[in-house]
């Protein structure tokens, strides 16, 4: 059973940069295609970045666009999701996810989450 632990959250500036890591203590995840959500208080919890198991393809969500990357080190049973150019708008939780094997990287797919980091923006 994979099981998600993110840490790098913290306060930063707007216009500064953060590194989340997420990894998996059971080192399972890396058949897994995995995905970055975030949920903002008083908003739908949304696909911010996802990438394929074995690193080669990757979706951003329109509003990072060349401003967030994420990658994987399957070695270390890591994902990362490198946050540049943050905007108070981007303060949330963010969550870490496993996609189904097969499935479609949305919400409703995914199959493990880990507990969660917030990241404040402060203007």
């Known amino acids: 059973q994979v099981q998600l632990v993110e840490s790098g959250g913290g306060l930063v500036q707007a216009g500064g940069s953060l590194r989340l890591s997420c990894a998996d203590p059971g080192r399972t995840f890396s058949s897994y295609a995995m995905g970055w959500f975030r949920q903002a208080p008083g908003k739908w919890r949304e696909l911010v970045a996802a990438i394929t198991w074995m690193g080669v393809s990757a979706y951003y969500a329109d509003p990072v666009k060349g401003r967030f990357t994420i990658s994987r080190d399957n070695a270390k049973n890591t994902v990362y999701l490198r946050m540049n150019s943050l905007k108070p708008g981007e303060t949330a939780v963010y969550y870490c996810?496993?996609?189904?094997?097969?499935?479609?990287?949305?919400?409703?797919?995914?199959?493990?989450w880990g507990q969660g980091t917030l990241v404040t923006v402060s203007a």
């Open positions: 996810a496993a996609f189904a094997h097969g499935s479609k990287w949305s919400l409703e797919y995914v199959e493990v």
